[in-house]
């Protein structure tokens, strides 16, 4: 945890879902994770837009999020690349930069968003 996050928590912003605010859009990695009865959730990325659906077709466990899964190292920046362009067709982001937590969102928001909160960081030690 870095020193920014550190401060982040002080003022309630625990996670990426307190960072961002309803209807930004994130991409993140999920590592594969192993559930009830041995099914496995494979590994890869996920755009992921606060309080919609990104993939309303999605699978269940999928929460209405669109992925581009990986099927090993080989493949996994050409899948992150491959979810900014659907994003950006989708959303209009142009230009994306990753956030205190490590998933990435429009750069434009991170820096107004990290902006915002030093304000409010500084505002509460004062």
């Not at 993939?55 to 990986?70: E, L, M, Q, S, T």
């Not at 989708?90 to 750069?107: L, N, R, S, V």
Request: proline fraction near 2%; charged fraction near 35%.
């Amino acid at each position: 945890m870095s020193k920014f996050t550190e401060q982040l928590r002080k003022i309630g912003i625990v996670n990426m879902y307190d960072f961002m605010t309803d209807g930004m859009v994130c991409v993140r990695y999920e590592k594969p994770v192993h559930g009830r009865r041995g099914m496995a959730v494979a590994h890869g990325w996920c755009v992921y837009r606060r309080g919609f659906k990104t993939d309303p077709d999605a699978i269940w466990f999928r929460h209405g999020n669109k992925y581009f899964v990986n099927y090993g190292s080989h493949d996994k920046e050409e899948k992150r690349l491959e979810a900014f362009k659907w994003a950006e067709e989708k959303y209009g982001i142009t230009e994306w930069t990753k956030t205190p937590f490590g998933d990435y969102m429009d750069a434009e928001f991170v820096k107004s968003r990290i902006a915002e909160l030093k304000a409010k960081i500084k505002e509460s030690i004062a």
